[in-house]
């Protein structure tokens, strides 16, 4: 079981940058997906959450309108892509994976390492 996020950096209050979480074929086609942050001195947050197949969308108020979630279950590959990055978004984002059906505030099986964002104003 694997999940592997990568595209994060340093970035300036306005850029965007687009996510990806690399998945294990096993854990990924029928599971619903998602984001999690942890900014410094802050508990992890639930950022975003994609159901197997795409139709099911569920984001945190903070970030609804400047972050899609997307996925593509051929490349065992999924996304975050965020636009308006602020200062405040600055924090290790993970993907993980959930088992079985999904509900609000529900806590993923697996996690994969985070990267990094750090945004500068």
């Known amino acids: 079981v694997q999940l592997q996020a990568s595209g994060g950096g340093l970035v300036q209050a306005g850029d965007s940058l687009r996510l990806s979480c690399a998945a294990s074929?096993?854990?990924?086609?029928?599971?619903?997906m998602g984001w999690f942050r942890q900014a410094p001195g802050k508990d992890r947050e639930f950022v975003a959450a994609i159901s197997w197949d795409g139709y099911g969308k569920y984001y945190a108020d903070s970030v609804r309108g400047r972050f899609t979630i997307s996925r593509e279950n051929a490349k065992n590959t999924m996304y975050l892509q965020i636009n308006s990055l602020e200062p405040e978004d600055t924090a290790n984002y993970y993907c993980?994976?959930?088992?079985?059906?999904?509900?609000?505030?529900?806590?993923?099986?697996?996690w994969g390492q985070g990267t990094q964002v750090t945004v500068s104003s």
């Open positions: 074929g096993r854990i990924f086609r029928g599971n619903t």
């Open positions: 993980a994976a959930y088992s079985g059906a999904y509900y609000p505030r529900k806590s993923p099986t697996y």
